[in-house]
């Protein structure tokens, strides 16, 4: 990226006050692909004392968001879902890596992969559309 262009990923997260919320950090991104974290706080486990489910997606939904945004276009989601392999728990550091899959014309399709260490937690698929300019 020419030195005059802002990182489009960056600015999308210094606005981003839910992400940082939730703790969650950027570690590395590209256009297609990001990798994320989040530590699993006492405040973010539900009634079973695991991990909130829709705070794992919230984590796969920011990587996501940041593969898709990396090209430079505003891209937003247009659907996603996620599939629940292993509960999280609380002190867990989970990671996310978010990875195009295809990217056609104004829509992509994007897979993440939620792991705490070698151990897969989640694995999400979320859709993407580009806002026209």
Do not use: K
């Not at 297609?32 to 796969?60: C, T, Y």
């Not at 090209?71 to 978010?98: C, Y």
């Amino acid at each position: 990226m020419p030195e005059d262009q802002q990182d489009p990923v960056a600015a999308m997260l210094a606005a981003d006050r839910a992400s940082a919320a939730l703790g969650i950090q950027v570690v590395e991104h590209g256009p297609g692909w990001a990798q994320a974290r989040m530590r699993v706080r006492p405040d973010m486990v539900n009634g079973h004392d695991l991990a909130h489910g829709g705070l794992v997606f919230a984590l796969a939904d920011t990587a996501f968001a940041c593969a898709c945004n990396g090209w430079g276009r505003i891209t937003v989601a247009a659907g996603a879902d996620i599939s629940f392999v292993r509960p999280a728990r609380n002190g867990d550091l989970l990671e996310a890596e978010a990875r195009m899959r295809s990217r056609s014309g104004r829509s992509g399709i994007y897979d993440v992969t939620i792991r705490r260490g070698d151990e897969v937690i989640a694995e999400f698929r979320g859709r993407s559309s580009e806002l026209r300019s």
